[in-house]
């Protein structure tokens, strides 16, 4: 049971990125979003997925990956928006 909860707010967790992503990207601005935060958090996030790689561990695989791919949209957006 753990296992299954620990999957779906790992996941859930990811979403965050996600709607920091679409609201750069709608209002075209980076404006008051931390650059250094959001690199710590990449840098993170892609550490623990390729350890949830080495172990095999699909929990951690999961819950990592997703909120890897949405930091570095993130990271992406700010350089893109800040070089404006």
């Not at 709607?19 to 404006?31: G, H, P």
């Not at 958090?41 to 990592?64: C, E, H, K, Q, R």
């Amino acid at each position: 049971m753990l296992k299954i909860l620990a999957t779906i707010f790992g996941i859930l967790m990811s979403v965050g990125y996600y709607i920091q992503a679409y609201k750069m990207w709608k209002n075209k601005t980076a404006e008051g979003v931390s650059l250094v935060s959001f690199l710590i958090f990449g840098i993170g996030t892609t550490i623990w997925t390729l350890y949830g790689v080495s172990i095999n561990d699909p929990v951690i695989i999961a819950g990592f990956s997703l909120g890897m791919l949405g930091s570095w949209i993130v990271v992406f957006l700010i350089l893109r928006f800040r070089a404006d």
